[in-house]
């Protein structure tokens, strides 16, 4: 089964919390976003997040 990695990069994030609004998996601390799960095996609304996120910081990687 496919497992995605779910990271933010938190020197692009600016804390804007659009992320966090589209999908649950994220979370604010200290003005920073982080994945309440970084590692998932369906990426439902954490391919949301990363396209909405207005910087790029959300990478998801495939990981075999
Ligand atoms: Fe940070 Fe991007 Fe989330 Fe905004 S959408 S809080 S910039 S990771």
């Known amino acids: 089964m496919a497992k995605y990695e779910i990271k933010v990069n ?4 600016i804390g804007c919390g659009a992320c966090t609004v589209q999908c649950d998996n994220f979370e604010l601390e200290d003005g920073k976003a982080h994945p309440k799960k970084s590692e998932v095996t369906e990426l439902g609304c954490n391919k949301d997040a990363a396209d909405v996120c207005p910087v790029g910081a959300i990478k998801i990687t495939e990981k075999k």
């Not at 938190?10 to 994030?13: G, R, V």
């Open 10 to 13: 938190k020197k692009e994030c």
